[in-house]
């Protein structure tokens, strides 16, 4: 991936018979749900047919981490790590905690000083 890579500032998803436009880095984190994933904003959840991979490529991976192989967390509004029972959670300032995969803790320990 080239650093000159130039990375969306939105998207639009389908809702009904509209498309609406989702901010990208207004997404808190994104779940995987099957083929589909559930994108989560202030504003609610936005139901999109692409998968956790496909946003995973087209998102900016400063901001965009994959955590778990069924999450993407946008760093910005994580607010704590904890560990809690052996595993490791990122709390996002909504309070909602996301668990980290056991093959994504070492991204996570790269991002902590």
Known sequence: ???NQMYPLFMFLKEG???????????QFIRAARDYTIIYTQQ???LSALGITELENILDPTKFVRIHRSFIVNMIHVQTLK???GKIYLNLLNGNPIPVGKTYVEIIKKLIA
């Open 17 to 27: 018979l509209q498309h609406k436009k989702i901010i990208l880095l207004e997404i």
């Open 1 to 3: 991936m080239s650093n």
């Open 44 to 46: 609610g959840e936005h």
């Open 83 to 85: 560990r809690m029972n």
